[in-house]
């Protein structure tokens, strides 16, 4: 039996890959992105909190408050009104204070006509914070 020795001449197939050149790209390109990256973030206008306290002066004041009972009898913070009445003293806060807010709330048996004389005078003075509060 005759064992034959065989030579590889020219080139052979490479069996594995050479990664070093795509390693080299990348850490290139990483370089490029890290280098660039903060000049393109460097036009943010950033507001910093200062170190004040802010004014006290403004405290919010509470909502008026409109009741409507079920007989039609209209309370403005706790003082009955009519609602030519309603309306002066609406006119009247809105003047101090342009942005107050109004609470109605009516009873379950009201007449529905009351209600809307309300809403439509709240509508008449531009009133526009309004809630309705439910039971």
Same mark, same amino acid.
């Given at each position: 039996m005759s064992l034959k020795k065989t030579t590889k001449r020219g080139h052979g197939t490479m069996n594995e890959l050479n990664i070093t050149p795509l390693l080299d790209l990348v850490f290139v390109l990483l370089v490029i992105f890290i280098i660039t990256t903060p000049q393109l973030v460097n036009n943010l206008e950033i507001s910093l909190p200062s170190g004040k306290k802010p004014p006290v002066d403004h405290k919010p004041k509470p909502p008026s408050r409109i009741n409507v009972s079920a007989a039609g009898q209209i309370t403005l913070n %706790?003082?009955?009104v009519t609602v030519p009445q309603l309306k002066d003293r609406l006119a009247q806060l809105k003047s101090d204070n342009p942005d107050f807010g109004v609470v109605v709330k009516g009873a379950d048996e009201v007449d529905y006509q009351v209600m809307v004389n309300v809403m439509d005078t709240l509508r008449?003075? %531009?009133?526009?914070?309004?809630?309705?509060a439910t039971e």
């Open positions: %706790d003082e009955v008449q003075l %531009d009133i526009t914070k309004m809630g309705l």
